[in-house]
T-cell receptor, first 114, second 113 residues
Framework: NAGVTQTPKFRVLKTGQSMTLLCAQD?????MYWYRQDPGMGLRLIHY???????AKGEVPDGYNVSRLKKQNFLLGLESAAPSQTSVYFC?????????????FGPGTRLTVL | AQSVSQHNHHVILSEAASLELGCNYS??????LFWYVQYPGQHLQLLLK??????LVKGIKGFEAEFIKSKFSFNLRKPSVQWSDTAEYFC???????????FGKGNQVVVIP
């Protein structure tokens, strides 16, 4: 049982390039989330999904797109990367998304946009 | 706007000292509360959580937190810290009926041996 995994662990992009971050969970969780972590800002929710085939915007969705084609995977895309998107990205999942549910986090992806 | 506040972003203390990290939230309804810890180079791990019942919650590694509803607070405490407690600590709140966790900005704690 690997929990929540993320690929890649590190990536450097040039401004304007695109990339996709992959999150996978093997806990059969319905809800999945993408956060970004910036120094002194805590974690901010980018997008989330309440189930296969559904996605919703979080607090800071601009410049990102997501897809949840399979229950166990949640992809985060950057179509045209900008230096402001330099951050550490964390994926999380939870069983039901309810207030009583714990979110489990992946190890993170450190992205640098030059 | 609804928010989660953590004060004293950087905390430096010696081993065996006591630690208290403050967390205040501005949500008016029923909330569930969490403290997560992020050790250097690692992902976030759940330290403890409060849903209902006894407002004094005990978590892993000797940490505890007290929910004071009247003060909208959920402060984290440890009586005697160790070097291995060096980490960043995040308070998080979810409003009952919502499905979005809101995080504070974190406390960077450094314990000097």
């Amino acid at each position: 049982n690997a929990g929540v995994t993320q690929t890649p662990k590190f990536r450097v992009l040039k401004t304007g390039q695109s990339m996709t971050l992959l999150c996978a969970q093997d806990m059969n969780h319905e809800y999945m989330y993408w956060y970004r972590q910036d120094p002194g800002m805590g974690l901010r929710l980018i997008h989330y999904s309440v189930g296969e085939g559904t996605t919703a915007k979080g607090e800071v969705p601009d410049g990102y797109n997501v897809s949840r084609l399979k229950k166990q995977n949640f992809l985060l895309g950057l179509e045209s990367a900008a230096p402001s998107q330099t951050s550490v990205y964390f994926c999380a999942s939870s069983y039901s998304g309810g207030a009583a549910d714990t979110q489990y986090f992946g190890p993170g992806t450190r992205l640098t946009v030059l | 706007a609804q928010s989660v506040s953590q004060h004293n972003h950087h905390v430096i203390l010696s081993e065996a000292a006591s630690l208290e990290l403050g967390c205040n939230y501005s949500y008016g309804g029923t909330v569930n509360l969490f403290w997560y810890v992020q050790y250097p180079g690692q992902h976030l791990q759940l330290l403890l959580k409060y849903f209902s019942g006894d407002p004094l919650v005990k978590g892993i590694k000797g940490f505890e937190a007290e929910f004071i509803k009247s003060k909208f607070s959920f402060n984290l405490r440890k009586p005697s810290v160790q070097w291995s407690d060096t980490a960043e600590y995040f308070c998080a709140v979810i409003l009952y009926g919502n499905n979005r966790l809101a995080f504070g900005k974190g406390n960077q704690v450094v314990v000097i041996p």
